[in-house]
Structure formats: structure tokens, C-alpha cells
């Protein structure tokens, strides 16, 4: 017998070699017509996967985020068994979940697809549902691995299974489709009752332009048709807030060939935003003691070579400027930690100085694939709001803290208040990712931990998305439609300060090594006004819409009046512009609710023989007639509440 531990501390003894799928059928039928999958001491199995051995187990179904990936990742073994009988003689890369569905990446050969096909993909991906075919998994030997995929020529996953070692290879049947893969996955494929492939894209094999460009096509599927209906509707509700299109409509930003793909081109608008943003929390870091500091561009490439960048980064990045000079080489700089690093080193510290908080909005290049970028999601110069915390190994949990605090206010100023702290640790199984020693490691992820703890945090942790040199926490937010989106991070780091022989005289009078905590509340601007640009369908706050007002005179008769209380709103402190066009009242009111201004001032005969207003708040309609007073009242009243939100 073996001891079964619920997610309730209930424990329960069961047979040795029952499963997950066996124990939910014991507690209740109805539950066990709805695993997916189980985790077992934190490890996701298939649900029909035996235990051996005593465990804690959760059983995980479409409301668990492992549920669904579970299920997803099972939907791209579905999707490419349709594809095979479709398309006979096509080769597989990859298939892995994603956060809102799954992608393949495929060999088509001669054959192109198009979206016509993706519509008959589907149809076949629910026929072959229907028919409730069974996920066996089986461990085989490397030798039996290559042999099967040898004899389907298959070059791509003979390269994977070349790669891995006996005793971790396994192969995952479902009808005719015969995979390399760790799994898990469901039951069986009657589960998937909805399916959507929603787009193709091309992507290198393993990610190299150097290799074959195969096709990679994404789906998402649904236990139940409602909710593909309810996503498709939430689809066309992000095609709506889309910040390239609203960029573009807006007059934000722009994107040149000739200046270079991936680097943005900010438009005065797009740019008072963004200085908007960045005065906002330099504001903010002034109140918190941060010491604003400016570092080049470049840096020479010895500089990256001791921070660890060059080994880790270095074939992601531009490649090196070199100079007359035999031997020197300079780098785009792809970080700006080891710059600050340097700062702190021109001078001797001492403990009573510490912290030393370091802030600069720097400009940072990364050599992003072509095939990868992504309006301003993903560029290749960005720039971060990045500051460096220098301090003892006792102020790391207050200081730490105090930049939660920064964060949250930040957060509640532009309404993100759906959101989550994600712990990023190291992965055990690969050491080499990182570097440092493992007893600095366990010090900096027991102290994000405990922070966490003792702040209520709602924190989810996840094994792998460590920085290289440190972990960090990352907070996760969930936007008006409920999308997720990686904002903000804090990062312990005892490795960098040894790698640049950081000191300080302690209280002892002997030298002592600090930690660096950094941290970005935004993360990049780029980044982060795309995602708010999203959050908010482009009607940003009135403190950071580029114009807050709009003054529409119903005839050429009150342009003198419309440029006097365009002037009062100035000296107010208010930004607006007028109208001045030749249309009537009506086209010019849809024109402003397009540009999503957030107040439109109607003024004509009455408005002007009364020293007043006719005001409209972009979305709601009328507001009624104000005083001039008033309304500017009114305005900054509204931004002043905005930004003090603490």
C-alpha cells in the first residue's frame, strides 16, 4: 500500500501502482470525467500514469493552469496527426502549449498552407476527437527512438533524441501519430470538444536563421464550444486594442526599413507619453532616495566578458564595433548593470552610506530575430527603467520591499490591479545556465521567498526563469480582457558584485561584499506602453493622454474665443488644441471620440457671452456647461488624484 497525500493534507491509502485517474474515480466519477492530468510531488504526470511509491498528489483539470496546458500540449500531437493524414510525407519539429493554446512546427515540404487549409485541419483534428483515442505513453531506448523515426526520415526529431541519453526517452501514440515527447498528456482525445487554429507564421528550426524555415502553425482548443465563442469574441476585442494599429492611429509611433526593423521611431505624441511615464516615476524615485545616473551606449567588450553578458548574450547580440585600435572591440550594450557596476567601484564606500540606489533610464540592444519581432513587445533597442540597489545583506528585505511599494503605486496610477508575483528560481537540471555559487544562490531566493510571505503576496514559483546571475520575482499582470502580461521585476544578485570585486568597509573596518538587487518596475518603456496602450484601448488617463482637451468652435465666428480659452487652459496647466477645420459640430465631435481625447469643449454664441464651456467626456457623452474655473478645476483635480496614488 502507499500513502496518498491530498491537496486538503487528507491522506489516503491506495493500492501501489494505482493512478490519478483511479483516485479521482474513488472520490467521485464526476470529478474524474474532468482530469486531465495529475501532479505528483510537483511533477505533472498523465492522469493514467501509475505511482509507486507514497506522494503528494493534486488532481488537475481545465480550471488548472497545468490542466489546460496539459490539454494543449495534447491538442498539438492532435493537430499534427491531422496534418500527417492530410498531408502524407510531412516532417515535425516542436509542439509545445503556450499561455493561451499550443504550435507546431512543420516541414510541409513542396506543400504551402494556407488559412483554407487551417479550416480543413480542424475538421479533421474533431473527427479524429470524436474518436477518443488513448495517449500511451512507453520509455524506450535511444536506439529503438532513432529506429522509428529513422524509417519516417524524420531529420528533425533524430536530431532532438540525439541529444538526450538513455533513461529519459519516451514516446507518446495516440491513433496513428507516433511522437518523441516527455508528455503529460490527457487521457484521451474526446476531451478536446472546440478547436481553433488561428494563424501561421514561419520560424527557424531551433530558432537559427541559418537553418530551414519551417511553417508554424497556432490553435487553441476548448473543452466545451461556449468558450471557443467566448474566446473568439475576446480575440476580436484585442484586434480592437491592438497597439500597433492604435499606435499607428494615434500617431504614437512608427517603424522605418530604413532606419531598421526593431527600432521604434517615437512621434511627438507618442513621445510627451512616454516622458510623461518616465517624469512620473522619476518623481517617485526621487521620493524613494534614488541617485539618477547616465551611462553610454556602448561599452568595450572586456566589460561584458566580466559581467558574464558576452558568454550569455553574445550571440544574441549585435556584433562587436571594433575600432583602429588592434584588438579593441566595443558592444552594444545589452544590459546596463555591469555600467553601474562600474559606478559604484570610481569610489571607497562605507556601510553608512549604504543603500545606494542607482536609477537611469537607459537604452539597452538586443539582436532579436526578424521572424520574432513584435510592434513594441518585442524590439531590438529598448529602454529600461532600470535603477541598482548596492546595500548589506541585512537591507536586502527592506529594500526589496520598498520596491514592491513602487511598484504597487505604479500599478494602481494606471489601473492594473489584476495581477500576480511570479517567483523565478534556478533549474536544478541545468547548473550551467547560471553563474555564481549555490550557497549565494539559496541566500537570494530564501530572501525573495520570505519577502513574499511577509508581504501576502499572491506568488506562484517557477523553476527556470532565473536570471543568469541571480533570481527574481516578476509580477504578471492581467489586462481589461484578461490577457497576461510580464510588467515589473526585482532581481537579487550576490554574483555580479564578485565579478567586479564590489566592497565596502564595514562596520568591522574590514572590506565586506554588497548585494545588488535590480530592479525595473516598467521593465521597458517599449513594452510597457504597449501593453497600456492595449489595457486601456488607447483612452489613456487624463495625466498621461498626450492632449486632454480638445476645443471645437462651431463656426469660424468663435475661433477668437476658442483661442482664448485654449490659452486659459495652457496657463492652467492643461493640454488642448483646437479644431479650427471648416466641418460641421457632429463631424468633429466623432473625429475627437476616434482620437480618443479625453474632453472635447463645444463653444459658440452662448458658451462665449458667458465665459463658459460645453463639455463632453470622450465615451459618456454630456457633461453640461462649465465655467471656465470650473472646468479647469475639474481637470486637475482628476490628475492630481491619478498621480498621488499611493
Known sequence: MINITLPDNTVHQYQSGTSGLEIAKNISEGLARNVLSVKVDGEVWDANRKINKDARIQLLTWNDLEGKATMWHSSAHLMAEAIEQ?????????????????????????????DADLLTIEKKMIEIARGKQAFIREEVSKEEA????????????????????????????????????RGPHIPDTGFIKAVKLTSIAGAYWRGDEKRKQLTRVYGITFPKAKELEEYLVLLEEAKKRDHRKLGKELELFTFSQKVGAGLPLWLPKGAQLRERLEQYLKQVQKEAGYLPVITPHIGNVNLYKTSGHFDKYGADSFRPITTPVEGEAFFLKPMNCPHHCEIFNTKPHSYKELPIRYAEFGTVY???????????????????????????????????????????????????????????????????????????????????????????????????????????????????????????????????????????????????????????????????????????AGKFPIWLAPEQVIILPISEKYQKYAEKVSQFLINSDIRALIDDRSEKTGRKIRDAEMSKIPYMLIVGEKEESKNQVSVRKQGDGDLGIFSLESFAEMINSEVKRLQEVK
Not at 524524420?154 to 511522437?179: A, N, Q, R, V
Not at 525573495?448 to 511577509?454: S, T
Not at 481589461?480 to 562596520?507: C, H, M
Open 146 to 181: 532513432l529506429r522509428h523515426f529513422t524509417q519516417k526520415g524524420d531529420e528533425y526529431k533524430m536530431e532532438l533524441i540525439g541529444e538526450l541519453t538513455d533513461g529519459e526517452i519516451t514516446l507518446y501514440k495516440s491513433g496513428s501519430f507516433t511522437d518523441l515527447c
Open 86 to 114: 492530410l498531408y502524407p510525407g510531412v516532417k515535425f519539429g516542436i509542439g509545445p502549449d503556450i499561455e493561451n493554446g499550443f504550435y507546431y512546427d512543420i516541414d510541409t515540404g513542396d506543400k504551402v498552407l494556407t
Open 366 to 536: 538586443r539582436y532579436e530575430q526578424s521572424g520574432e519581432l513584435h510592434g513594441l513587445t518585442r524590439v531590438r533597442g529598448f529602454t529600461q527603467d532600470d535603477a541598482h540597489i548596492f546595500c548589506t545583506p541585512d537591507q536586502i528585505k527592506p529594500e526589496f520591499k520598498a520596491v514592491i511599494k513602487i511598484i504597487m503605486r505604479i500599478f494602481k496610477a494606471l489601473d492594473f490591479n489584476d495581477f500576480i508575483t511570479q517567483i523565478s528560481l534556478r533549474d536544478p537540471k541545468t547548473p550551467e545556465k547560471y553563474i555564481g555559487s549555490n550557497e549565494n544562490w539559496e541566500k537570494a531566493e530564501n530572501a525573495i521567498k520570505e519577502v513574499a510571505i511577509e508581504e501576502g503576496l499572491n506568488t506562484i514559483t517557477v523553476e527556470g526563469e532565473a536570471a543568469f546571475y541571480g533570481p527574481k520575482m516578476d509580477f504578471m499582470v492581467r489586462d481589461a480582457i484578461g490577457r497576461k502580461w510580464q510588467l515589473g521585476t526585482i532581481q537579487v544578485d550576490y554574483n555580479l558584485p564578485e565579478r567586479f570585486d564590489l566592497t565596502y568597509i564595514g562596520s568591522d573596518n574590514e572590506k565586506h561584499r554588497p548585494v545588488m538587487i535590480h530592479r525595473a518596475p516598467f521593465g521597458s518603456m517599449e513594452r510597457f506602453v504597449a501593453v497600456l496602450i492595449e489595457h486601456c
